[in-house]
Structures are given as C-alpha cells and as structure tokens.
C-alpha cells in the first residue's frame, strides 16, 4: 500500500512491490534502479545522492505514493469490471442449464 512508502523504504524493496514507482524514479533522474546499490539503499539516501535536498525527498515521496494510490484504484476498478463481466456470463450460462434439464426431461 501507498502509506508503507517513506524516506527510509528501500529502493529495491519499493520497486519490486510498486513496479510503477519505477517510472517516477525515473522522471527524477533515478536511473541507476538496476544497480547493485538500489537493491538496499533507502529513497532518502538515493535521493540525497542525486543531490535532493529535504523537501525534494519529501515531495518524491508523496509522488511515489500518489502514483501507487492511483495504481491501486485503477487495478481495484478492473477487478470490479471483471466482477461485472462475468455476472451476466455466470446468469446466461445457468439459463441455458436449466433450458437443457427441461429439454431432457420433457
């Protein structure tokens, strides 16, 4: 979730469970993601090493969060969708059981 994601969340940790906080690091000139380094290093410490200063590390990380907020609302609106989908499916699929129970038998 978007409220795990601070200053001391590590980089690594960060884009493997929010892959598109990735693109964000990247809009900011985070492009050594895939360095040894990232793996442990923590955003503020990343951050500081670009020459972030604390405001920069605070408005990165409200991006980052935002950016995994709307994330998670989008695949939370897909799943609801799917949900729907497959509702009439599910109804049109029973009709036709019963259609082919009662062609059986009468």
């Not at 090493?49 to 990380?61: C, M, N």
């Not at 969708?81 to 109804?91: D, F």
Request: glycine share 8%; proline share 3%.
């Amino acid at each position: 979730m978007a409220e795990e994601i601070s200053r001391k969340t590590p980089i690594g940790e960060l884009v493997l469970n929010h892959p598109v906080a990735a693109s964000v690091l990247l809009e900011h000139g985070f492009h050594c993601i895939g360095c040894g380094l990232a793996a442990y290093e923590t955003i503020e410490e990343g951050a500081a090493a670009h020459g972030f200063d604390d405001a920069s590390i605070d408005a990165l990380v409200e991006k980052m969060k935002d950016a995994v907020k709307n994330e998670e609302k989008m695949l939370a609106q897909a799943v609801a969708g799917a949900k729907e989908a497959k509702k009439p499916a599910a109804k049109e699929e029973k009709t036709k059981k019963q259609a082919s129970k009662k062609s059986k038998s009468g």
